[in-house]
Structure formats: C-alpha cells, structure tokens
C-alpha cells in the first residue's frame, strides 16, 4: 500500500514544476496600489491588462463610496448564516429583481460565488436519469459541476454545431431510455479566446431536440448587448437560455453572482442549491455594493462606450500590424505566438522589466505545446496613449521572440529544467 501522499512527492503537476523559476513573478505576482490601467509591480508602474475590471467600477469615486458606507453601515459580517436560515435580507431580494429585470428574466438568486454557484448550479438541475452536453472548452467551474453528475455527459467540439447535433442524437436516445431530460451547456464568451459561444445557433438546434439551455455569461454581462444585459441579448436570443449565469466579478468589479431563470426554476434552485443553503450568506457590504454598480450600468451607458473605444483601438492596431488574435467577438483580447514556455518567460518579462506592460501568459497544459498566449483585458479607464504604448512594446518582442533573443535568455532555465 503506498503513502497518499507519494504521487504528489513524484508529480507536482505541469504548472508547479516551474515554481522555483515563476512563484511571485509569473504565478501569484503581486501587483499594488488602486486597482487601475495602471498599478505598481515590484515597485514599477505598469500598464495592466490582467484586470477584469471592464468597466472601471473598481475604484470608481462613487463606488467607493458606497462601498464605504455600507461596510461602515453593516461591518464585514451581517447578515450572519446561510439564506435559508438567518441570512436572508431585503436587499438581497432587491438585488435580485432588480438583476432578474435587468437581463429581461422573471426572477434571479444571489450566489456567494460564481465558481460555486456555478458547480452547485449544474448538480443541481441534473439527476443520474439525465444527460449533459457541454462544449469542450468550458470553463474550469462547468467542468467541475459536470464531475459532480452520476449520468451520462457528452462534450462537443468547441462552437461546433454539427458536433453539439451528433451528441444531441446520442443524449436524445440515452434520454429516452432512461426517462431524462437533456441540459445543454455553453458560456456566452468564452474566456480564454473571446469567441461568444453560438447562442443563437444552438437555440435553433430546440426546433429538432428537446434540451434546457444554461449559459455562463461571465464575460459577457455588462460588456455586451444593446443594454449589457449579455451575448444572449447581443445575439436575440436571450428569452431562449433557460437558465442564465452571471459573475459580479468581472463587470461589477466586486464579489458573487447571480442565475435567472422563469419563477418556478428559480423557486426551485433556492431550495436546491447545497452551496447556498449550507453556506455563509454574501454580507450586506457586498449586495449593497452590487445595487450601486447595477444601477451605474444601467444609466451610464458612457461606461461601456469608452470600454469598446478601447477593444477597437486594441484588436485593430494588433491586426494591423499581423498579430494573431484569433476569432475573438469580445473584450479578451488573446494574442497568439510560438514558442516553448521558458522562452514565453523570458518574454514576460522583458515586457515588464523593459516595456512597462503588464498582461497574463497563458501556456501548456491550458493551450497547445508551442503556444503563447497573451491575454489581455481592455477596461474603460484605459487610454488611447494605453494602446499606442502596448502596441510598440508587442512588435518589439515580437521581433526578439523571432530572431531568437528569448530562446538564449531562456537557456539556462531550459538546462535546468530539461525542458526544451
């Protein structure tokens, strides 16, 4: 019998490898001051683009202040317990039709967090008689909530329709032998490549199949659609995602979530939901803070303006000048270059170091072996001067990455690491 613990001793995992060389520059880094286009990394300003803040209502004046005065108000701890026992308030029932409007639903609940709440959410609306058809590169939270299903679960290619019909036939029998029913599963961005997940496509795939539709809207809520309301409204199909799925923290800067739904799904999940109903209500502080930001995206559309003035500036100088950015139809900006994971390193670095540009690096195992991602996050508080600056820096490492620079720099964490 061996130890528990002799795998982890054997096999730290692809990323903890690198920990001696990355932790605290390129894993866990810390970067200070007010959360902003521009922070302090090791004491240096940076322009950042690792910050989810889309519409810059993390240190908004007026957010501030609210958030101030609520937790002055109310302290850190109330209400005391879980929803459905003693942590139940007012303001969280305003909160919730107030969101349940907003992106046109009959009714909504407030999540702790949307990692959670969206696992607990998937356990929940799916019994060992049904059958989940999810795209394959979902985020880490579906995964993990599909994990927790005993029935069957089929992934499809990535925005493939054709793919989601095939595995739509195979649930369709499985269903009908087992007496189930069929949750399909797409974000409305998907975060790592910006594409919007083919709401409206799918959708149409219910004239054929009987499915539920869920969608993880993290990415879109707020950035997206005539009034922010998502990439289900952007795509005219909002009234067909069955149940709907939104963060606080990426457009309201903050912390939790919320699902919409028609009433009595929702009156359902309320009394269903084991990660709210055995866990710590979101404190006051935070739902009134949610109600401040709510109220500023729906009447100050300036926000999201000035959000868009910037990814135009972005993705377009990019492609102008022949970087890969993929299909993306959001604000993730992903850009795409060739080359192992200590020559990304040694990139990053001298991006910070050298450039004064902050963004996050994304390599195998999250993409291909070969790739680098860098991905990058426009908000409304970044400049025109921003973009023009970030654009240099890239066609300077660009050309560094292509004549070999970074492969030399790299060389002695390559020997080290055996790793080439």
Not at 13 to 31: C, Q, R, V
Not at 175 to 184: K, P
């Amino acid at each position: 019998m061996k130890d528990l613990f002799d795998k982890i001793y054997r096999d730290r995992g692809p990323l903890s490898k690198w920990s001696s060389h990355a932790e605290g520059y390129f894993i866990f880094p810390k970067l200070e001051g007010q959360i902003s286009h521009r922070m302090k990394f090791q004491g240096k300003e940076v322009i950042t683009w690792s910050i989810n803040d889309y519409l810059g209502l993390a240190n908004h004046p007026e957010v501030r202040k609210v958030d101030a005065e609520a937790a002055k108000q109310y302290g850190s701890a109330y209400p005391m317990g879980a929803r459905m026992m003693s942590g139940h308030t007012s303001l969280h029932e305003q909160l919730q039709n107030e969101l349940a409007a907003f992106v046109k639903k009959e009714a909504a609940y407030v999540l702790n967090f949307g990692y959670q709440g969206m696992v607990s959410t998937i356990d929940a609306l799916v019994s060992k008689d049904d059958i989940i058809v999810y795209d394959v590169d979902s985020h880490a939270c579906i995964i993990d909530g599909v994990r927790l299903h005993m029935g069957k679960r089929f992934t499809y290619k990535h925005n493939d329709i054709n793919s989601l019909e095939k595995n739509l036939e195979r649930a369709t029998k499985i269903a009908e032998q087992t007496g189930g029913g069929i949750l399909v599963i797409s974000e409305g961005v998907f975060g790592m490549r910006g594409e919007q997940g083919r709401l409206k496509e799918i959708v149409a795939l219910k004239k054929k199949f009987k499915f539920r539709l869920f969608v993880d809207d993290a990415h879109g809520f707020g950035t997206l659609g005539k009034t922010g309301a998502g990439a289900g409204e952007e795509q005219g199909v909002q009234d067909d995602i069955d149940v709907y799925f939104a963060t606080f923290a990426k457009s309201l800067a903050s912390t939790g979530a919320f699902i919409a739904a028609d009433n009595e799904i929702i009156h359902y999940l309320k009394y269903n939901l084991r990660s709210q109903m055995f866990a710590k209500s979101l404190q006051m502080q935070l739902v009134a803070g949610a109600l401040k930001r709510l109220d500023m995206l729906r009447s100050m559309p300036e926000l999201k303006q000035n959000l868009w003035k910037i990814v135009e500036a972005l993705q377009s100088g990019l492609k102008k000048r022949g970087f890969d950015i993929g299909t993306t139809q959001s604000c993730v900006t992903p850009v795409y270059l060739k080359g192992s994971i200590p020559e990304a390193m040694a990139l990053v670095k001298d991006l910070r170091e050298n450039y004064g540009i902050f963004c996050s690096i994304v390599v195998y195992p999250v993409i291909p072996k070969g790739l680098i991602l860098l991905r990058m996050i426009p908000t409304a508080t970044h400049t025109l001067e921003d973009v023009d600056i970030t654009l240099n820096a890239f066609s300077a490492i660009r050309d560094r990455l292509e004549n070999g620079t970074y492969k030399r720099l790299s060389a002695a964490v390559i020997a080290e690491m055996g790793e080439m």
